[in-house]
């Protein structure tokens, strides 16, 4: 068999714009899910027992069950009690649910981490409640899981690609369509395959830049 | 011609369980001994096998696991036009190649986390390459391996849904086809889900057994500890 990538050409715009939704998707999952994560792990360290059960029944029921199973639940199982969601919203909805989940597990790490030592301190300086959640133990504990949270933006934005099964036009999705068109199976597979890599290494850097932007200060737990 | 979910339904998923389960067995199986080949070259002397092993890994870890079944799906037929593979058995290449990368970085990981001495008592001692890895250290690194392996096996299982789009009837797909038969897409996948559930917890409250099952386990790879009096003089 021979390749020729150039039958790829004319669908170069189709594809990158659907890169582009890929990845707000994924950073949409993200933001949103990364602050439902939070509330959940208050929700399960909390003192009501019945919350605190209900956090911790959310968080192994979407661990422990596939986010394509998720998916579907969402896309077809919500119109049966009338609430239709588009493609679009139905896998942002599933990526977001979904990432709570495991982003409350990161999150739960970096809470234990922080000492409650300064929170003490914080305590002892008269800081309101607030205040001291925000500055004393939300911004370390975020420093310390920010590699782990990175991983999970990765791992979110490769999962992102099974919203593809159910129609959301991102980038799987326009890799699937451009096969149809073209019959080009390698190269348009090897080609997304690449951009889906790239895209993750892109992440992994601009993550570390953002580390040393939004935690630079103090001492560095993690050399 | 729709019926109600009845069950007949609960059977007909409790069969795609068991072709996840059979599914999910042996590409963990073929992806443990592939993967533990790709970790030893990660962590061997030869600069061009660590080389190569760490770029196949930091490859596939990259690229979503759809990609690699529609490759598999779409490009063996192509490499190989004679051979004819059943769902099953493309299904089993897919999930052994992405399994084979996971878990060669966990091997990777295992074996770099026995101490350093331990390696160098090995030199010591006169050990070549293999029976230094046969006798000091995967002895020990695989210890470390079994927590971090069980995780990847519970992502496996929830992952092998995945392969429902080669039409593969495994637990995800004979939902999808008992959903299309009852019109009862909720009460279906919850099903399916619970099914799901029951495998990943199962496995994850075997693996929690193990770790406490074995508290020396710790112990056996921690520099610190030292060795006892009755052992330093009874040998």
């Known amino acids: ?223 | 011609m729709l019926r109600s979910f009845g069950w007949q339904d609960i059977e007909a998923l409790a069969r795609g369980a068991l072709w996840t389960l059979a599914l999910c067995a042996i590409s963990g199986v073929l992806g443990t001994l592939l993967g533990g080949v790709i970790g030893l070259a990660a962590t061997s002397p030869s600069r061009i096998a660590r080389w190569v092993a760490t770029a196949l890994v930091t490859f596939v870890r990259g690229i979503p696991l759809l990609i690699i079944v529609f490759f598999a799906y779409f490009g063996i037929p192509l490499l190989f036009p004679d051979l004819s593979l059943s769902a099953f058995a493309t299904a089993v290449i897919a999930l052994t190649v992405f399994a084979s990368v996971y878990l060669a970085e966990i091997f990777r990981g295992s074996i770099n986390a026995v101490p350093r001495g331990q390696w160098e008592a090995a030199d010591a001692l006169g050990l070549g390459y293999v029976k230094k890895l046969r006798y000091v250290v995967l002895p020990q690194a695989m210890r470390i391996v079994v927590p971090p392996a069980i995780g990847f096996l519970i992502a496996l299982i929830k992952d092998s849904s995945l392969v429902t789009v080669i039409g593969f009837v495994e637990l995800t797909h004979a939902g999808t086809i008992t959903s299309n038969l009852t019109a009862n897409p909720i009460l279906t996948y919850s099903v399916v889900a619970a099914f799901y559930f029951v495998i990943c917890y199962g496995v994850s409250r075997l693996g929690r057994w193990y770790e406490q099952r074995s508290p020396t386990d710790k112990a056996a790879v921690d520099p610190e500890e030292k060795p006892s009096a009755l052992q330093l003089e009874g040998v």
């Open chain 1, 1 to 223: 068999m021979t390749f020729f990538y150039g039958d790829l050409l004319p669908f170069a715009g189709q594809l990158l714009s659907a890169l582009w939704t890929s990845v707000y998707i994924t950073v949409i999952a993200m933001v949103v899910g990364s602050a439902f994560a939070v509330l959940l792990y208050l929700g399960k360290s909390g003192g009501s027992p019945w919350l605190s059960r209900l956090c911790s029944a959310y968080i192994e029921v979407f661990r422990n069950t596939p986010l394509l199973v998720q998916l579907y639940l969402i896309y077809f199982g919500l119109p049966v009690v009338g609430i239709n969601l588009n493609p679009i919203w139905a896998g942002i909805v599933a990526l977001t649910l979904n990432n709570a989940a495991y982003t409350a597990e990161i999150y739960r790490a970096g809470f234990e981490s922080v000492p409650p030592g300064i929170v003490e301190a914080g305590q002892a300086l008269g800081m309101r409640r607030g205040t001291l959640f925000r500055h004393v133990i939300f911004m370390p504990a975020t420093r310390n899981v920010f590699p782990a949270l990175t991983n999970q933006f990765i791992l979110l934005f490769l999962a992102s690609s099974i919203a593809s099964i159910i129609g959301l036009p991102e980038l799987m999705n326009s890799i699937l369509n451009i096969n149809n068109h073209t019959y080009r199976t390698f190269e348009i597979l090897s080609v997304g395959g690449l951009l889906y890599f790239v895209v993750a290494g892109l992440f992994a850097l601009g993550s570390r830049i953002a580390e040393s932007r939004l935690f630079g200060w103090g001492v560095k737990r993690h050399a």
